[in-house]
C-alpha cells in the first residue's frame, strides 16, 4: 500500500500553533505565562489544552492559518471532529489548498452522507491521498447511486498489483451490499489467497456465502482460518452456518462504513512505521464515520498510549462495547493505561473484575501478575501466574517463556529459590538463549556464590546475544569479580559505565573492581557516583546507600570483613 502523509515533517499540534503566535502571546497578556503553559502542554502532547489554548489565541488572532492548523490537528486527536468543521471551512477560505482543513471538512461531508459535496470537494482538489481519494470516490457513487461508476473505479485500482486485494475486497463488500453475493463470493474465492482478512472480513465472506445456501463452505471457512477462535460472535455464527440458516449480511451497511474501513485500514497498516500522531488522523476519522468500529478505537488507544496520552487512551479503550469480541484486549489496554497513569488501585481493580468476567482468558491473569509484581505484591502476583499457567496447560509454545520468567523473578524476590531456579530453567527450556533470563538466572547464582561456572556461562552467553546491553555486561563483570578474576572484571565493568552511565548499581560494582585492583581513589570517585544516582524510586535492596557511605568511610575490605565475607582474593 502506498505511504500517505499531510505534511513533510512530523506534526506536533501546538507547534504550528506556536510557530507565528509566540511573540503576540508574550504581549497580548502582558506575561509569559500562557505561552509557557502552552509550550508545555506541547511537549506533553495535551490536546486539550492546545485546544483551550488555540481557541483563545485564534480570538484574538483569527486569521491565523497556523493556529487554525494547529487547533484542527488537535481537534482530531481528541477525536472531537464536529467541533473542528466551523474552524476548517474558516482555513479552507484563507487556505484553499490546505490538506488537514480538507480532511475535517470532507470527513464532516461523508458523516452527513452528503455525496454530491464528498465528490464535488474531490473533484475540486480536496486529497486525503492517491489510493485513499479513489477508494472514498468509489464508495460515494455508490452512495449517490451510481454503481457502475463506483465499481469502474474499484476495476481500475484493482489493475494495480499493489492496490489489487483491497479494491477487489471492497467491490465484494460493495456488491454484497446491493444484494449482488454470487459476484461477491465469486471475487473473494478467486481473491482469497492475497486478501489475509481478519475476522470481520471472514465473518461477511461467510455471510455472503450463508446468503448462496453454500452453509458448508462457510463452516468451512471458519474453521480453516479461525479454527481456535472461540469469540462469542464467532461461534455463534458458525452455530447457525450448521444449523442451516441464511445469515443476513451485516458487514457493512452503508457506504460511509466502507469508507470507514479504508481509513481505518490505511490507519492499521501505517501504525507500525510512521508518527503515530499523524496515523492517528486516520483511525480518529474511522472512528467518526462509525463509532461501533472498535477496531479503530482500540487502535486510537495504542496510538495515544504510544503518545503517552494516557487518559484519552483510557476514555479511547472505554468505548469498546462488552460484546465485542476483542473486548478484553481494550479492557486490558485500559488497565495498563491507567496503571502508566499511577492509578494502581484502579488498574488491579479492573483487571481482577475483568478475571471474575473471563476466567479462562490466561493473559488476564498474566496482565495482573505483572501489574502486581510491579507494585511489589509478590504472593498475589504469584498467584495470578499460576492462574495463567495453569490455563496455558502444557502447551510448548515459545512465548509462554515470558510468563514462567515473570514467575521466577516473583518467586525469587520472595525468596523462594527452588520455585524460582525451576521456572528460570523452564523459561530457558521454552526459549533456549533467552537473554535476559540467562542474565537474570547467572546474576543471582552470583549473588548467591554458588554455581559460579554455569552463571559465567550463561552471563557470557547473554553477553553475546546483547551486547549492547549494560545490565548483561554489569552481570560479567559481577561474575568476574566474584571469581576473583578482578582485571577482567575492571574491563567490563568499564563498559557497562559507558553504556549506562548513570545508573547507581554499575557504577557501585565498577567502584568494587577499582578497589579490588588497588585503584582506591577511583572506587571512591565512582561510590560517590553512584550515591549521587540513586533516586526515589531505586531499588534500595539492590543499591543499598548505607553501605556505600560505609565503603567511603572504612574501604571495602574492611565492609567484607564486618559481614562476615569472604575477603577479596584474586583467582590463581
Given at each position: 500500500?502506498p505511504h500517505?502523509?499531510f505534511f513533510?515533517?512530523?506534526?506536533?499540534?501546538l507547534?504550528?500553533?506556536?510557530?507565528?503566535l509566540?511573540?503576540?502571546a508574550?504581549?497580548?497578556?502582558?506575561s509569559?505565562?500562557s505561552?509557557?503553559?502552552a509550550r508545555?502542554?506541547?511537549m506533553?502532547?495535551?490536546?486539550?489544552?492546545?485546544v483551550?489554548?488555540?481557541?483563545r489565541?485564534?480570538?484574538?488572532?483569527p486569521?491565523?492559518?497556523?493556529?487554525?492548523?494547529g487547533?484542527?490537528?488537535?481537534?482530531?486527536?481528541?477525536?472531537?471532529?464536529?467541533?473542528?468543521v466551523?474552524?476548517?471551512?474558516?482555513?479552507?477560505?484563507?487556505d484553499?489548498?490546505?490538506?488537514?482543513a480538507?480532511l475535517v471538512?470532507?470527513?464532516g461531508a461523508m458523516?452527513?452522507e452528503?455525496?454530491?459535496?464528498v465528490l464535488e470537494?474531490?473533484?475540486?482538489g480536496v486529497s486525503v491521498?492517491g489510493?485513499m481519494d479513489?477508494?472514498?470516490?468509489?464508495?460515494a457513487?455508490?452512495g449517490?447511486?451510481r454503481m457502475s461508476?463506483?465499481?469502474?473505479?474499484?476495476d481500475?485500482?484493482?489493475g494495480d498489483?499493489?492496490?489489487?486485494?483491497?479494491?477487489?475486497?471492497?467491490k465484494?463488500?460493495?456488491?454484497?451490499?446491493?444484494?449482488?453475493?454470487?459476484t461477491?463470493?465469486?471475487?473473494?474465492?478467486?481473491?482469497?489467497g492475497t486478501?489475509q482478512?481478519?475476522?470481520?472480513?471472514?465473518?461477511?465472506?461467510?455471510?455472503i456465502?450463508s446468503?448462496?445456501?453454500r452453509?458448508?463452505?462457510?463452516?468451512a471457512?471458519i474453521?480453516?482460518l479461525?479454527?481456535?477462535d472461540?469469540?462469542?460472535?464467532?461461534?455463534?455464527?458458525?452455530?447457525r452456518l450448521?444449523?442451516?440458516?441464511a445469515v443476513?449480511f451485516t458487514a457493512?451497511?452503508?457506504?460511509?462504513?466502507?469508507i470507514?474501513?479504508?481509513f481505518?485500514?490505511v490507519?492499521?497498516?501505517?501504525?507500525?512505521e510512521?508518527?503515530p500522531q499523524f496515523?492517528?488522523l486516520?483511525?480518529?476519522v474511522?472512528e467518526?464515520?462509525?463509532?461501533?468500529?472498535?477496531e479503530?478505537?482500540?487502535?486510537?488507544a495504542?496510538?495515544?498510549?504510544?503518545?503517552?496520552?494516557?487518559e484519552?487512551?483510557?476514555a479511547?479503550?472505554?468505548?469498546?462495547?462488552?460484546?465485542?469480541?476483542a473486548?478484553p484486549?481494550?479492557?486490558?489496554?485500559?488497565a495498563?493505561?491507567l496503571?502508566?497513569m499511577?492509578?494502581v488501585e484502579?488498574?488491579?481493580g479492573e483487571l481482577?473484575a475483568?478475571?471474575?468476567?473471563?476466567p479462562n482468558?490466561?493473559?488476564?491473569?498474566v496482565?495482573l501478575?505483572?501489574?502486581?509484581r510491579?507494585?511489589?505484591r509478590?504472593?498475589e502476583?504469584?498467584?495470578a501466574?499460576?492462574?495463567?499457567?495453569?490455563?496455558?496447560g502444557p502447551?510448548?509454545?515459545?512465548?509462554?517463556w515470558?510468563?514462567?520468567?515473570?514467575r521466577?523473578?516473583t518467586h525469587?524476590?520472595?525468596?523462594?529459590?527452588?520455585q524460582?531456579?525451576a521456572d528460570f530453567?523452564k523459561?530457558?527450556?521454552l526459549?533456549p538463549?533467552?537473554a535476559?533470563?540467562?542474565?537474570?538466572?547467572?546474576?543471582?547464582?552470583v549473588?548467591m556464590?554458588?554455581?559460579?561456572d554455569e552463571?559465567?556461562s550463561?552471563i557470557?552467553?547473554a553477553?553475546a546475544?546483547?551486547?549492547r546491553?549494560?545490565?548483561?555486561?554489569?552481570?560479567?563483570?559481577w561474575?568476574?569479580f566474584r571469581?576473583?578474576?578482578?582485571?577482567?572484571?575492571?574491563?567490563?565493568m568499564?563498559?557497562a559505565v559507558?553504556l549506562m552511565p548513570?545508573d547507581?548499581?554499575v557504577?557501585d560494582?565498577l567502584?568494587d573492581?577499582?578497589?579490588a585492583v588497588?585503584?582506591k581513589?577511583?572506587?571512591?570517585?565512582?561510590?560517590?557516583r553512584?550515591l549521587?544516582?540513586?533516586v526515589e524510586?531505586?531499588?534500595?535492596e539492590e543499591i543499598?546507600p548505607?553501605?556505600i557511605?560505609?565503603?567511603?568511610?572504612?574501604?571495602?575490605d574492611?565492609?567484607?570483613?564486618e559481614?562476615?565475607a569472604?575477603?577479596?582474593h584474586?583467582a590463581e
Amino acid at each position: 500500500m502506498p505511504h500517505f502523509r499531510f505534511f513533510s515533517r512530523p506534526l506536533t499540534a501546538l507547534a504550528l500553533v506556536l510557530s507565528s503566535l509566540a511573540p503576540a502571546a508574550l504581549h497580548a497578556d502582558g506575561s509569559a505565562g500562557s505561552y509557557l503553559a502552552a509550550r508545555s502542554a506541547d511537549m506533553n502532547g495535551d490536546y486539550s489544552a492546545v485546544v483551550d489554548y488555540g481557541t483563545r489565541a485564534l480570538a484574538r488572532d483569527p486569521s491565523n492559518i497556523e493556529i487554525m492548523q494547529g487547533l484542527l490537528v488537535a481537534q482530531i486527536g481528541l477525536g472531537d471532529i464536529d467541533p473542528a468543521v466551523p474552524v476548517a471551512r474558516r482555513l479552507m477560505q484563507l487556505d484553499p489548498g490546505n490538506q488537514i482543513a480538507g480532511l475535517v471538512l470532507l470527513s464532516g461531508a461523508m458523516q452527513a452522507e452528503n455525496w454530491a459535496l464528498v465528490l464535488e470537494m474531490l473533484d475540486g482538489g480536496v486529497s486525503v491521498g492517491g489510493l485513499m481519494d479513489q477508494m472514498i470516490r468509489a464508495w460515494a457513487h455508490m452512495g449517490a447511486g451510481r454503481m457502475s461508476q463506483s465499481l469502474a473505479l474499484l476495476d481500475e485500482l484493482a489493475g494495480d498489483e499493489g492496490s489489487r486485494s483491497f479494491a477487489m475486497y471492497h467491490k465484494a463488500m460493495a456488491l454484497a451490499l446491493v444484494g449482488d453475493f454470487e459476484t461477491a463470493a465469486d471475487i473473494l474465492t478467486q481473491e482469497e489467497g492475497t486478501l489475509q482478512m481478519n475476522r470481520r472480513g471472514v465473518m461477511g465472506y461467510a455471510q455472503i456465502l450463508s446468503q448462496l445456501d453454500r452453509q458448508e463452505e462457510a463452516v468451512a471457512l471458519i474453521d480453516r482460518l479461525f479454527a481456535e477462535d472461540t469469540a462469542e460472535e464467532l461461534v455463534g455464527l458458525r452455530a447457525r452456518l450448521v444449523a442451516g440458516e441464511a445469515v443476513t449480511f451485516t458487514a457493512i451497511s452503508h457506504p460511509r462504513e466502507g469508507i470507514a474501513r479504508v481509513f481505518f485500514t490505511v490507519a492499521d497498516t501505517l501504525a507500525a512505521e510512521a508518527d503515530p500522531q499523524f496515523v492517528l488522523l486516520y483511525s480518529r476519522v474511522a472512528e467518526y464515520l462509525d463509532p461501533v468500529l472498535y477496531e479503530a478505537a482500540i487502535l486510537s488507544a495504542q496510538l495515544l498510549e504510544m503518545l503517552e496520552r494516557y487518559e484519552l487512551a483510557v476514555a479511547s479503550y472505554g468505548r469498546v462495547s462488552p460484546d465485542f469480541y476483542a473486548y478484553p484486549e481494550a479492557a486490558l489496554g485500559r488497565a495498563d493505561a491507567l496503571r502508566r497513569m499511577d492509578r494502581v488501585e484502579e488498574a488491579i481493580g479492573e483487571l481482577n473484575a475483568l478475571a471474575k468476567s473471563y476466567p479462562n482468558l490466561a493473559p488476564i491473569h498474566v496482565a495482573l501478575g505483572d501489574t502486581l509484581r510491579f507494585e511489589d505484591r509478590f504472593e498475589e502476583a504469584a498467584a495470578a501466574y499460576d492462574a495463567a499457567i495453569t490455563l496455558y496447560g502444557p502447551d510448548p509454545a515459545s512465548h509462554r517463556w515470558g510468563v514462567f520468567f515473570a514467575r521466577a523473578i516473583t518467586h525469587e524476590r520472595l525468596k523462594h529459590w527452588p520455585q524460582a531456579e525451576a521456572d528460570f530453567r523452564k523459561a530457558l527450556e521454552l526459549n533456549p538463549g533467552q537473554a535476559s533470563v540467562l542474565n537474570y538466572l547467572g546474576y543471582s547464582f552470583v549473588e548467591m556464590r554458588t554455581n559460579l561456572d554455569e552463571a559465567l556461562s550463561m552471563i557470557e552467553q547473554a553477553v553475546a546475544a546483547e551486547p549492547r546491553s549494560g545490565y548483561i555486561v554489569d552481570s560479567l563483570g559481577w561474575v568476574y569479580f566474584r571469581l576473583g578474576r578482578y582485571e577482567e572484571a575492571v574491563e567490563q565493568m568499564e563498559r557497562a559505565v559507558e553504556l549506562m552511565p548513570v545508573d547507581p548499581v554499575v557504577n557501585d560494582h565498577l567502584g568494587d573492581t577499582y578497589w579490588a585492583v588497588g585503584r582506591k581513589r577511583e572506587a571512591e570517585f565512582q561510590w560517590s557516583r553512584a550515591l549521587s544516582f540513586i533516586v526515589e524510586d531505586s531499588n534500595l535492596e539492590e543499591i543499598k546507600p548505607d553501605r556505600i557511605r560505609r565503603k567511603l568511610e572504612v574501604g571495602l575490605d574492611i565492609v567484607l570483613e564486618e559481614e562476615g565475607a569472604n575477603p577479596l582474593h584474586p583467582a590463581e
